[in-house]
């Protein structure tokens, strides 16, 4: 496989995985969504069914409910309502739906006992003027006046005595105080009963009376006169059930949505490993197959590169990428070790053309520093010829004369002093050419005088020296 199919397959692996990242971090969020919507329905239920209980618990407390059971529908209907909400997330779990169902159970089974109770309290009266409270009491108040009008003392005490034993049950709801209140019922109805024309007034009145307060009792009685007897027994018991299946359904919702984020979480981890670790094995083979390769390369270039050896080659093995750029580094060192070949016959042939034009230059000035003192000196050769013509015409003509010989002794003398001194310069010139000439066409250890050495390359360049820089000390 080569490494552009490689790299394409390592690409695909990466963005698989970066692909899995996403889709799992996706999922994970709308799971987490989903925990939270179940959570905050699972608390609106809750609360739904905290307030059907406060309610309960309110109505117990002072019985004021003047709406009846129509108050306790709205509730339930918000219940209800929670109940559907809640169970749209959770149908397609049994065990949540069956633990969903037995606490709708309960909670009906709750409000059922509720709207008994209430339906019950209608009967007993919501408040002192209506039910049977109203009616026992209203009977009693008649039979107060009915006594305090016959001026009777004794009937005055029992009907006293009854209310008495009235309120104590009424507070504090001990049977006791029922069983007196019965006592005092008896003896007070044997009391009327013995009297004359009143009777017919008071028998009536304490008959109501007492149906009125015995129904009443009973009707207490199934409400229940303590939180564990009748009607009050068993929402209390309804209640704990209720509160209980409410705690394990909220415990086993927990426990689902921790369940199913960790499930998820596992299965992208699982997934990251996966994909991570053919991306490890994958990247591990291509290292592999390109650190060797580009090893061998860098060790055959360092090679090179420290011996300034052309000749070495790489020999990679391979059809891959990297193997082609062995064969073409290769092919490179082979054409670069055939071009400084070429290089070092061409630098052969540069130098010697430099050394040609160097020499040609030489003799350039070399000729050119030779042609001013032959100039003077074929000068003073030319004057001297004249002057001797000049003397020959004049010892001819017998016109010669003692000063003109003289004057032209004199400038003979300078003429040849002039042209003894330009050939002694040509003559050094020639010399100081042919010192040079032989030292550039040897190469061989010699002692030399470098003060010399330098003299004639100054007296060689002295035409070109004029006007520069250079300033000769001699």
């Not at 507070?171 to 003896?187: A, P, T, W």
Request: some cysteine; hydrophobic content about 40%.
């Amino acid at each position: 496989m080569k490494l552009k199919q490689s790299l394409i397959f390592f690409k695909s692996a990466a963005l698989a995985g970066i692909l899995v990242i996403t889709v799992g971090c996706v999922l994970i969020y709308e799971q987490m969504a989903k925990n939270a919507t179940m959570t905050r329905k699972m608390d609106m239920l809750q609360n739904s069914i905290n307030q059907l209980v406060d309610q309960e618990a309110a109505f117990i407390t002072d019985r004021t409910l003047h709406g009846g059971v129509a108050e306790i529908k709205p509730l339930v209907g918000a219940y209800s309502l929670q109940q559907q909400s809640l169970l749209s997330e959770i149908e397609s779990i049994p065990y949540l739906f069956e633990r969903l169902q037995a606490l709708d159970k309960s909670v009906h089974e709750f409000a059922m006992v509720y709207e008994q109770m209430v339906s019950l309290q209608a009967l007993v009266g919501f408040d002192q003027q209506s039910g049977r409270y109203g009616r026992f009491r209203d009977a009693a108040h008649a039979l107060q006046r009915e006594s305090e009008h016959s001026n009777d003392l004794r009937l005055t005490t029992l009907i006293l005595e009854l209310r008495r034993r009235e309120k104590d049950f009424l507070l504090r709801f001990d049977s006791v105080y029922l069983q007196m209140h019965e006592k005092l019922i008896e003896e007070t109805s044997t009391y009327v009963s013995k009297l004359g024309q009143s009777k017919e007034t008071l028998q009536p009145l304490l008959v109501t009376y007492k149906q009125n307060f015995d129904t009443y009792v009973e009707i207490l009685q199934k409400q229940g006169l303590t939180p564990n007897q009748g009607l009050r027994g068993e929402s209390k018991l309804a209640q704990q059930a209720m509160r209980l299946q409410l705690s394990a359904l909220s415990e086993v919702l927990i426990q689902h949505s921790q369940l199913e984020t960790e499930r998820l979480i596992w299965w992208v981890l699982l997934l990251m490993v996966v994909i991570t670790t053919a991306n490890y094995a994958l990247l591990n083979y291509l290292n592999g197959r390109i650190s060797n390769d580009i090893l061998a390369i860098n060790k055959t270039l360092f090679k090179v590169t420290k011996n300034e050896d052309f000749s070495l080659r790489i020999d990679s093995k391979g059809n891959d990428e990297i193997a082609q750029i062995s064969h073409q580094l290769d092919e490179l060192l082979e054409f670069i070790e055939t071009l400084l070949s070429r290089l070092s016959a061409a630098q052969q042939r540069l130098i010697e053309e430099a050394k040609m034009a160097g020499l040609g230059n030489m003799v350039s000035g070399f000729a050119h520093e030779l042609n001013t003192p032959l100039g003077i000196a074929i000068t003073s050769h030319s004057h001297l010829k004249s002057k001797m013509e000049t003397l020959r015409e004049d010892f001819d003509s017998g016109k010669l004369k003692k000063h003109t010989l003289s004057e032209l002794i004199s400038e003979a003398e300078a003429a040849m002093t002039l042209l003894e001194n330009n050939l002694m310069k040509t003559a050094n010139l020639i010399d100081d050419f042919k010192e040079v000439a032989v030292h550039q066409r040897q190469d061989c250890k010699s002692e030399f005088s470098l003060k010399s050495l330098i003299k004639g390359v100054l007296d060689c360049y002295e035409s070109e020296l004029v006007g520069s820089r250079v300033c000769r000390n001699t």
